[in-house]
RNA sequence: GGCGGGGUAGCCAAGUGGUAAGGCAGGGCUCUGCAAAAGCUCUAUCGCCGGUUCGAUUCCGGCCCUCGCCUCCA
């Protein structure tokens, strides 16, 4: 049994088969951030989510293309920016700069492609223009143009493909009866935004004048430039299935650039929300979160990343305070096993065994649509196991190699990084006072050494084996 | 109003037609000069009411509660 993922495109899970006819390649996007203030930590579940994904393809064998893009045009950067007096890239260069300094702390590895919006321009002028050839997008008087759902369906085309629509029955919001635009259907959505005075100097010159993109049709875009017209996975949040993946989906099959029978993605994953405290994240319930809030309470980015991939993406997950707490003495028996193994193995390389029970039952449940809690439980069961064994002595140093190869190779999807530190030479001799004053059975002198120790966060454990010193409080 | 998720121990969270993984927190024990670490151990009848079944937390129906989407949104 291969990898099996949820597709939103058929409500179901399917067996993952990449468009790659090697079944080697694997082109993958995600909808980054819009970086027009500091991310919070809901955003950042689904990027982790994203890396987790993007991670278990890469064990899996896949070789993985992975595409976040940065809008760094919007309505409400536009605000921002006349508001701050800044330019643009002024504006979002610090929020983008932020995003990438709180998506490492999370332990993501970079995606491979990190497209800006405003990059992207002429692409999406092309494929603009390509759905004005066919008709299916037009002007309006203000001089934006706009996609026709009409006109697309006329040609054949699906709209409604990501979830149940019935446009007619659409009880129209206050966003929609308040809208000026000019559009010739209320379901209809902007490709180019005409230039208005509120933009101030964001704009760029198009063939239907000054303006700028509008926001779904810069993922189409991007998306179909770097990994092709019809690619394999497109994942984001939740929320962005409807109206954002539709209208990509189509923007992108009504340019019909792929009309060959492909689709433009082939599967379509969702991350679930987060609430926190059990509530939906606001600042005047004081549960609103961005990473740098939480790393100034004294978490560590790990631990927010654990909490974040210990609930299945698909369930809404709820993010406490007291679980982050106890995510550091969770992770912390892991670094500590591990760090045990380390000791034994004395250096020893190893290559992971694959059919060893950790990695058998971690591919087995990660294989199910990514069953994460599934492969915690594959983990913690481990550490307990081999716990037992080091306190038996019954590994040998080779064994602890191994086992700790094995342990790597599957936290190259848990992506927890472990938190090592030498002691310095000061805190070892100080150490070693402390074991000879116990040797004197001078236990005062030793507890005395011990709380000094403490103090300056090193910890000093006596096993059988003598005393070990570890980073701790 | 339409559509779609959920309700499992103090908290978080998997899972299954045959009486329930894992983590945190808490209790007891072993080890220890004392600790720490580690191990062992204890703590749930799975929202409510019916139905199907030899048997349901798991399937069906109803109800209650909760969350999301319905053109800002991860």
New binding site residues.
Partial sequence: MGLRVFNTLS?SVEPFVPLDPAGKKVGLYC?G??VHDFA?I??F??FVFADVVRRYLALRGFDVRHVMNITDV???IIRRVNESGKSLSEYTTEYEKAFFNDLEALGCLMPDERPHATEFIGPIIKLIKKLEENGIAYRAGDGSVYFSIEKYREAGNRYGQL??L??E?????K??SSDEYEKES??D?ALWKARVPEDGEVFWDSPWGEGRPG?HIECSAMSMELLGPSFDLHL?????????HEDEIAQSEGACLQCDGRKFVKYWMH?????VE????SKSLGNFFTLRDLLAKGSAGREVRY?MI???Y?????F?L??L???N??L??ID??AAKLRELALGQAAEPTTDSPLITRFTEVMD?DL?V??A??A???W??DT??K??SDELTAGIAATELANWEHINSVLGIEPIEEEAPPEILALAEERQAA?KAKD?AQ??QI?DQLAAQGW?????PKGPRVKR?T
């Fill in positions: 409500r909808c951030p819009t919070h809901g955003n579940r689904t919007e309505d409400k979830l149940n019935n446009l029955e659409m009880r129209p919001g966003r929609v209320i379901a959505f926001w984001g949040g939740e929320d962005l299935v409807f109206p954002h991350g679930a929300h987060l609430l059990g509530k939906k994240m909490l210990s609930a299945h698909r369930e809404t997950f709820n406490t007291d679980n707490a106890g995510a003495t969770a912390g028996r500590e096993c199910d069953n809690s599934a915690w439980a983990v913690f069961d550490v307990r716990n037992r080091l306190d116990r236990f030793s507890d011990r910890v000093v454990e006596d096993t701790g």
